[in-house]
């Protein structure tokens, strides 16, 4: 089970993606780059050493003299000595007008220049929304830990890029036994871990079979797991039981990581990892301080010596933050609260990110009412979901089925159930009822998610005869009557896993879904031995999925991030689970 459906924070935590109110504050007025204007001289104007001299060639009475024809200009007799006097002088002049150009140019203007780009600055500041409550990411569950120490602090055996797709990490490369039952990493050579350390494949190959033998967070997903082998200082082998198609991708997260078996320290409130940042500071619940690592012999090597993380459980003293510049960045932020960032681009850039979190309306498939496929039909047809999604600020994206953009097996499924009121009535006409004569259903969520969907989801199932009564209830509440008893016609649950597939053929999942060829479809997608037969029986399984409708997928969540000019490196996609920091910079411009 998630240890927090819909929530990106630690089991209990909050994840109020929906309930942020709008903010009308504006950015601040930075300060403008100086405007002094560069020497009127260009070197465009300089003229050639063999060009006549203009009436005013110099402002060196002397030298105009020569020109204008005074005691020694060029006349009678001595004009051919005094000719070649004055082109030398003329020479002498042009010589004297291109240095004095270059000067200006190169010791002048570039001084300007750099003043303009400003100084990179040694801290940046990032606001954040979910904190976690200790540090121990072997035992504590919440994707606020995975936020801030993979792939910062801690590295895995491989990791994921911003595309949600494996790539090294300790591992430079691997190999894939043909039957699909053994994987051979070779790891880089020279790795440290932050106290010095020796980082070797015993290290590795310790580090997963504790995580299996002690059932550290994330265990069960090593599926089919056999052993961990140290064939030599830069080798490792992995063998399993069976194939299983995940198993790299498994490895991006806590599983894959790599702790020094040596080391004495609290992992609750320190870490030794091998990672580009060390733990300088932590504050519960408040904040966390890296510090670049000096000892770190990777290839993302910090670019800022130091980066704070801040949390803000108060989404307008999150928005302050920014616009007073005690942040440089706040991820993530609403479409509307982010609106007079985006409209001051002079001085702030607000971007929108792909994640993996899918808004899911679950449909009872064995409730009394909603066990009907014609029910759950009308309410797919019955639901507007781009009305949903702008009313959001527009950022989200439609989707039609279980899987998100970034995982594999996605296909556009958006045309399956398309926006049609008629067709909507004419299903629940079929099935018995009518806006005249409605059907009632229950739609109970968790109040992390506010009032405002079910409000809207209210309203337009009301118009194809379904009388919705919507309960947001306390978490705890919705674990227990939902989750554990699932007793509930329709409920909604911002799903955020990655590869989070598997919900569909546990016949046991609170969705009560129960289909044997997506089963097969699946079970033959994770025996796959080729990405590409992996992904093609996950698209088939997702569009019977989609077409059973068992729920209705209301949007693919994107996350907003806002921060001032001159932030560069700062990730965008997967930002609240994945965010490695080694590239972020900060130049304040400007200044």
Known sequence: MPTNPGAHGEDGATNNKTSMTSNQASGPAASQPTDAKPTDTKPSDVKPADAKPSAAASTDETLNAHVKGGSGSVAGGAGKKNGGKRHWIWLLVAAVVVVALVFVFVVVRKPKSQEAQGRQADTVTIGLKLAPTNLDIRNQSGSALDQVLVGNVYEGIVTRDSNNKVIPSIAKSWEKSADGMSYTFHLNQGMVFSNGDKLDAHDVAWSIEELVKRGYHDAESMQNFKSATALDANTVRIDLTAPYANLLWTLTGRPGLVFDQKAQYDPKTQAVGSGPYTIAKFTPNDSITLKANPKYQGANKAKTKTVVLRYFGDDNA???????????????????????????????????????????????????????????????????????????????????GPISSLDPGYQDLTGLYPYNQAKAKALMKEAGYTPDHPLELRLTYANTYGTELGDQ???????????????????????????????????????????????????????????????????????????????GYLAQAAKQVSRDAPADWLFNYRITTAMRKGVKGFPLNLNQTLLPLYGVTYTQVGK
């Open 318 to 400: 999150a928005v302050n933050a920014l616009k007073s510049g005690d942040v440089q960045v706040l991820a993530p932020v609403t479409e509307n609260l982010a609106e007079p960032f985006e409209k001051d681009s002079e001085h702030f850039t607000v971007s929108a990110g792909d994640d993996t979190d899918k808004y899911v309306l679950a449909m009872n498939s064995k409730g009394d009412k909603t066990g009907d496929k014609r029910v759950r039909e009308a309410i797919r047809y019955g639901i507007n979901h781009k009305e949903l999604i702008a009313s959001r600020g527009g950022a989200d994206k439609p989707m039609g």
């Open 457 to 535: 989801l209210r309203s337009q199932l009301k118009a194809i005869g379904i009388d919705l009564k919507v309960n947001v209830v306390e978490f705890s509440t919705w674990l227990q009557d939902v989750y554990n008893n699932k007793d509930y016609d329709l409920s909604l649950v911002d799903h955020n896993e990655s590869h989070d597939f598997s919900q569909w053929v546990n016949t046991m999942y609170y969705y009560n879904y129960d289909n044997a060829q997506v089963r097969d479809f699946y079970n033959k997608a994770m025996a796959a031995s080729t990405d590409k037969e992996r992904d």
